[in-house]
Nanobody
Framework: QVQLVESGGGLVQAGGSLRLSCAAS????????MGWFRQAPGKEREFVAA????????SHADSVKGRFTISRDNAKNTVWLQMNSLKPEDTAVYYC??????????????WGQGTQVTVSS
């Protein structure tokens, strides 16, 4: 079992930056692939970024590539999503997620409760 708690969301102006954090707990957290997803009002939840359990592999959605960066520190049981050059269309609830296998992170087994990010124009 893995428990995930996100933090770091808030209101920011377009062009600004935020860093989301995901604190993980659970005996086997360090062996899990981690990901970030988001859901805007009236839209389906979508993939944002993922990272393998050792951090050697990462993936970012085309819509955020070059602006967002996922990273992790297993010693701190934390995953981050650094978000730069934010746009109003990045406004959404952001969710941290986990799966035992990096290849399956697009269908996570565990979810956090989400944190709201609002980008004003």
């Amino acid at each position: 079992q893995v428990q995930l708690v996100e933090s770091g969301g808030g209101l920011v102006q377009a062009g600004g930056s935020l860093r989301l954090s995901c604190a993980a707990s659970g005996r086997t957290y360090n062996t899990y692939a981690m990901g970030w997803f988001r859901q805007a009002p009236g839209k389906e939840r979508e993939f944002v970024a993922a990272i393998s359990w050792k951090g050697g592999s990462t993936s970012h959605a085309d819509s955020v590539k070059g602006r967002f960066t996922i990273s992790r520190d297993n010693a701190k049981n934390t995953v981050w999503l650094q978000m730069n050059s934010l746009k109003p269309e990045d406004t959404a609830v952001y969710y941290c997620a986990a799966h035992e296998y990096y290849s399956s992170i697009y269908n996570p087994r565990y979810w956090g409760q989400g944190t709201q990010v609002t980008v004003s124009s």
